[in-house]
């Protein structure tokens, strides 16, 4: 009796971890089939066909290989020929430069940016040489610095900075506008003269940053210049809207000290708009004044006498 009982509660406990195992797996497959079953049902609610979800995978797999290759093809180091494979089919797949976005443009012409952004041999977006484009842009007389930029799939973008003018230089018969450093901007026409100073002789352009600095020691008269000579390539004459010259001595310093010396002198005698003709103040000893030739009348000559009389006395007695 007691074996009985034993073997029929031994039975009875196996009995129940199989159905309890047999529960589980049940569940399990329960919970697959659920899963399944919410998939299908999303898969329903999206407004394509299935046939067409798998084609779309697939274009993806593929766009994702081929942006691989084209990848490594440039930016690993594969020879020349792959990489120009890789080029020319994103080319062909839409990547290559039709179009040319200019900004910072307001004075140059734009037409040479369109030029060399569109005249390059290989104007595939992914190989397309950057660096090579911005040093040709910089080739550009306007063109103090310049940003390429792409902007896929087929648009360049040319950050363009300007140079300003400042002046016109006049040389060998030829009219230039020139920015601060003397770099030739263009040409211009004498009927077509900007509101600038016009620097005249050779290698005036070179000097026009050390007549800006030589104007500013003296800013009362810089409105009023409406030229200058740079004479044996050593030295200036200004030329003033009134019709007057005035010749400075050589040496940074020593024409500054000149030019602030004459600015007080005119503050207190008004020696522009005279009718003299020139000044020289070459000889730090002395001012000289010329007058127009055949003037004879006294009341004016006895003027211009005061005038160089009360001048003489400061530039012969400051230094500098």
Do not use: C
């Not at 998939?39 to 779309?56: A, G, M, N, V, Y």
């Amino acid at each position: 009796m007691a074996e009985a009982r034993i073997r029929r509660g031994g039975t009875a406990r196996l009995s129940t971890a199989r159905g309890k195992v047999r529960a589980k797996a049940g569940s399990g497959r329960g919970r697959q089939l659920k899963r399944q079953s919410s998939f299908d049902r999303l898969l329903e609610l999206l407004p394509i066909s299935e046939d067409t979800l798998q084609k779309l995978a697939t274009w993806a797999i593929f766009a994702i290989f081929g942006g691989l290759a084209i990848a490594i093809a440039i930016y690993a180091g594969l020879p020349d020929m792959a990489r120009q494979q890789a080029a020319s089919l994103a080319a062909r797949a839409g990547f290559e430069v039709e179009k040319v976005e200019v900004r910072g443009v307001e004075r140059m012409d734009e037409m040479p940016v369109y030029n060399i952004a569109l005249g390059q041999v290989d104007r595939s977006m992914l190989s397309l040489d950057l660096p090579k484009v911005r040093q040709e842009m910089l080739k550009l007389g306007w063109v103090k610095d310049a940003r390429i930029s792409r902007r896929l799939p087929d648009t360049l973008v040319v950050d363009i900075v300007e140079r300003d003018p400042v002046a016109v230089w006049q040389h060998d018969g030829q009219l230039h506008l020139i920015d601060v450093a003397g770099v030739v901007l263009q040409s211009v026409s004498a009927g077509a003269m900007p509101d600038l100073p016009l620097v005249v002789g050779p290698n005036a352009n070179l000097q026009t940053a050390g007549l800006n600095k030589l104007m500013e020691s003296a800013p009362a008269l810089k409105p009023m210049l409406a030229g200058a000579t740079w004479v044996g390539n050593r030295r200036w004459d200004l030329r003033f809207q009134s019709g007057e010259t005035l010749s400075l001595p050589e040496g940074e310093q020593t024409s500054a000290a000149a030019l602030v010396n004459f600015a007080r002198m005119d503050g207190v005698n008004r020696l522009l708009g005279r009718g003299i003709v020139k000044f020289d103040m070459r000889d730090p000893d002395r001012f000289v004044l010329r007058l127009p030739q055949g003037q004879t009348s006294d009341k004016p000559a006895a003027a211009d006498a005061k005038a160089e009389k009360t001048a003489s006395a400061p530039a012969a007695g400051e230094e500098g």
